[in-house]
């Protein structure tokens, strides 16, 4: 009997030709920039252009999606050309759609020149919409099995939710939008949580410097008690009355419970 040996499958390919790799750079780097960068010289313009435009718009329409208010307040032609500018100077770390709006973030951040049009406040919005974005996609869930949801906030440990994020920004960004678009930051900063609830919505709660200093402590030591946590706070505000501050903060903590942001007592 015949011994029919299977071909086997883990052999490398075939290194590309060097000409096929230079025809694939051209064709990218033409459909990035179309302006600066000629198109492959085999390839004929109306084909090109279909490429072009699906690319393009393709990028410009998820972008959109993730960040509605920047783009409304941007208008049109201003969107599209940063979309360009994106397109054209950054590199992506990753090859997944979801994490889009993060590159744009960090192109914003770290390559974008100031433009005339821009608005001062538009890395801090940017940054709060991709928040929002993220709290929504994210793996972490606010998991019921560490946290008893009844128990006592006060000599209990309160358990902060994996998906309530923190934030302070120079700008009021929850309020901005089309008809509201300040000139400089306000005085003071803006602190928010946002947050996904059981029901998988997002929200945000604004808050105030107490309240966040409050679940700083609860998440920098996870073995401390409501209670103790209220007691640090009266300290360091010098209050003359702590008792009013421990009143004041288990209504905060129910609060804050209700919302979800804290998910009960530390089983």
């Known amino acids: 009997m015949s011994e029919h040996r299977r071909p086997t499958t883990d052999a490398p390919a075939p290194a590309p030709a060097p000409g096929f790799i230079a025809a694939q750079l051209a064709f990218a780097?033409?459909?990035?920039?179309?302006?600066?960068?000629?198109?492959?010289?085999?390839?004929?313009d109306r084909r090109m252009a279909i490429y072009r435009d699906l690319f393009f718009n393709n990028i410009s329409g998820l972008l959109q999606t993730?960040?509605?208010?920047?783009?409304?307040?941007?208008?049109?032609?201003?969107?599209?050309?940063?979309?360009?500018?994106?397109?054209?100077?950054?590199?992506?770390?990753?090859?997944?759609?979801?994490?889009?709006?993060?590159?744009?973030?960090?192109?914003?951040?770290?390559?974008?020149?100031?433009?005339a049009d821009d608005p001062p406040f538009m890395l801090e919005l940017a940054h709060y919409e991709w928040v929002e974005l993220a709290v929504g996609t994210s793996e972490d869930e606010a998991d019921d099995t560490l946290a008893d949801p009844a128990g006592d906030l006060l000599t209990g440990v309160p358990l902060v939710s994996p998906v309530a994020w923190q934030l302070s920004y120079r700008y009021p960004v929850h309020?901005?939008?089309?008809?509201?678009?300040?000139?400089?930051?306000?005085?003071?900063?803006?602190?928010?949580?946002?947050?996904?609830n059981r029901s998988d919505g997002v929200e945000f709660m604004q808050i105030n410097a107490v309240t966040q200093r409050l679940l700083q402590l609860l998440e920098a030591h996870p073995d401390r008690t409501g209670a103790s946590a209220l007691q640090t706070i009266a300290a360091e505000l010098a209050h003359p009355d702590p008792e009013k501050v421990l009143a004041a903060g288990q209504a905060l903590l129910e609060d804050l419970r209700a919302r979800d942001i804290i998910l009960g007592s530390r089983r």
Do not use: M, N
């Open 66 to 115: 993730a960040f509605p208010v920047l783009y409304k307040i941007l208008g049109d032609e201003c969107w599209q050309g940063l979309v360009r500018d994106f397109l054209v100077r950054h590199r992506c770390s990753t090859p997944l759609f979801p994490e889009l709006a993060q590159e744009l973030l960090d192109y914003l951040a770290h390559e974008r020149e100031a433009h």
């Open 29 to 44: 780097g033409h459909i990035r920039d179309p302006e600066h960068r000629p198109a492959p010289a085999d390839i004929e």
């Open 175 to 196: 309020r901005i939008g089309p008809e509201y678009q300040p000139s400089e930051p306000d005085g003071e900063p803006t602190h928010l949580i946002v947050y996904r």
